[in-house]
C-alpha cells in the first residue's frame, strides 16, 4: 500500500553527510563545517537570551536580523529574506516556481538538494554538465530555459569559483529566475551580490553556516529585490526562523573581523593542503571554498574513504558518476590537517 503522491514514494530523498553525536572522538570533515567556534559576541548574545523572547513567538520577518545583515552587507533590510538555513530558502523557491513543464536547471555536479526539491515538486529537472574544468556552460544553461537556474557559486562539490561576468550573462539573457547559491562566499574572490540591483530576476543567497561557524543554528537568508522576496515571504512558515537564531545571528553577522580572520586560517590551511596532496599524487582542484576537491593517485577513493573512516577521520565520498573516484574534504583545524595527511601518508 502507497498512501503518498507517486513522485515521492518513488524518489530517493537527499542523503546528508554523516552526523556523528557530539563528543564522538572523531575528526569531521565530510559536512564542510567552519572549524573554528563562532564569534565570541554571538555567544555572548546567547548566554543572555531572555526567557521572554522563549515565551513569545519571533519576529515572523526577522527584521532586527535583517537590519544587522543589510549593514554587514550594504543592502536595504527589505531586499533581504530570512530562512531556516538556505536550504529553507531553496525550498521556498521551488515551491513558489516549480511544477511539471516548468524545469528546474543547473549544471552538475553540485549540490543535490536542487534535484531532491525538484523532485518533490514534480518539476521537471535539467542538468547540464560542467565541463572538466568547471567553466560555466553558459550558452547550454540558458538554451535549457530553466523557469529557475540554481548556480551553486563557487560550486560544491568541485569547490571551483565561477566568474562573475558568466553569471551576469545567465542573468541577462535567462527569462526564468537565476539563483545564485553564495553557501561559501566567505572563502571566496568575488562575489555576485552587485547583480541583484541590476537584474530583477536574480536571487542571492547566503549562509552563515559556514564562513560564521554557525552550522547548527539554521540561519540563511535571500538578497533580492523585494517584488521577488515578497512571493517567498507569501509561501514560507510564519515563523520559519526562532528567536534564539535570530538574536545569536544578527550578533555573529556584526563581526565580521571574527568571520574574516578564521577565513583566512582557512585558506593558508587549504593552500597548503593542495601543494600536500599534489606531492601524493592527487589532482586537485582549485577551491575557492573551505575545501577541496582531490582525485587520489589510483582513484581508489572508496577505498580510502572507507580506510578514513575506520580511523576515525570522517570525508566525503560520492557513489555517483564523475565523483566516484574522488573525495572531497573540508579544511580542518591544523592540528586536524596534519592528522589526516599523516593518516592519508599510512594508507598509501
Ligand atoms: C552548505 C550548503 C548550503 C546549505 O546551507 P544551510 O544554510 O546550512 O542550509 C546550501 N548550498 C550549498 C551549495 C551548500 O554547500
Redesign the pocket.
Known sequence: MNYFRKSIHEMSGYVPGEQPPLGTKIIKLN??ENPYPPSPKALKVLQQIDPEMLRRYPDPTGKSFRIAAGKALGVPDDWIAV??????L?NLIVRAVGEAGKPVVCPSP??V?YRTLAEIQDAEFVEVPYPDDYKLPVDLLIAAQGAVTFI?SP??PSGTAISVADLEKLAQDLSGILVI?E??VDFAENSALELTKKYSNVII?R????GYSL?GL???FAIANPTLLAELNKIKDSYNVDAIAYAVAAGAIADSDHKTANAEKIKASRSQLAVIFKELGFEVWPSQTNFLLVRPPNGDAQRIYQTLKERGILIRYFNQPRLDDKLRISIGTEEQNQILLKTLKEIL
Open positions: 559536512s564542510n530562512g531556516n538555513g538556505s536550504d529553507d531553496l553540485t549540490y538538494l551553486a560550486n560544491s547559491d553557501a561559501y543567497l549562509t552563515l553556516s559556514k552550522a539554521r540561519l540563511g
